[in-house]
């Protein structure tokens, strides 16, 4: 390995002060009860309201506003309602997560890596899936409805 490229031995790395057991790094671990579920919900919102600023998950969540309730009316039982706004709701949360995995990428530099393009392309196709299994299930609900 090159020099340039090699890492320096453990002792001549600077030495990190280590947080006491009275500080925590993040306080949520400290939390209990609704406090912890409290706090927990308004990071929820936060990555709710920061996936609104993606393009994908808009027009996910708008097209969920029409489906959402189409589901009640197009199915027959609690099971069909469920697997039909299911499916919509599942495609938003792949969409998030997807978008998670992108923002974590890009956190780390803009630099084009093999494996930084493995881990987005993944995530695409992990929201592929699921609009896939979601258009299986309206496709054969309305078939159903309407067809047989």
């Not at 090159?2 to 400290?30: G, R």
């Not at 392309?121 to 309407?146: E, K, Y």
Request: one cysteine or more; hydrophobic letters at 50%.
């Amino acid at each position: 390995m090159p020099q340039h490229l090699a890492s320096p031995p453990i002792s001549q790395l600077p030495a990190q002060p280590l947080a006491s057991p009275d500080s925590p790094v993040n306080p949520q671990k400290d939390r209990k009860g609704l406090n912890r579920v409290w706090h927990a919900l308004g990071y929820s919102v936060a990555g709710l309201r920061a996936g609104w600023h993606e393009t994908a998950f808009r027009q996910e969540a708008v097209a969920s506003v029409v489906l959402i309730p189409a589901a009640f009316w197009l199915s027959r039982s609690w099971v069909e309602a469920a697997l039909l706004a299911g499916s919509v709701i599942l495609v938003m949360i792949v969409e998030l997560l997807n978008t998670g995995i992108e923002t974590a990428i890009d956190r780390i530099g803009p630099e084009w890596h093999d494996l930084s393009k493995r881990a987005k392309d993944m995530g695409s196709a992990a929201v592929l899936l699921s609009l896939l299994i979601c258009a299986g299930i309206w496709a054969m609900a309305l078939f159903h409805r309407f067809l047989a």
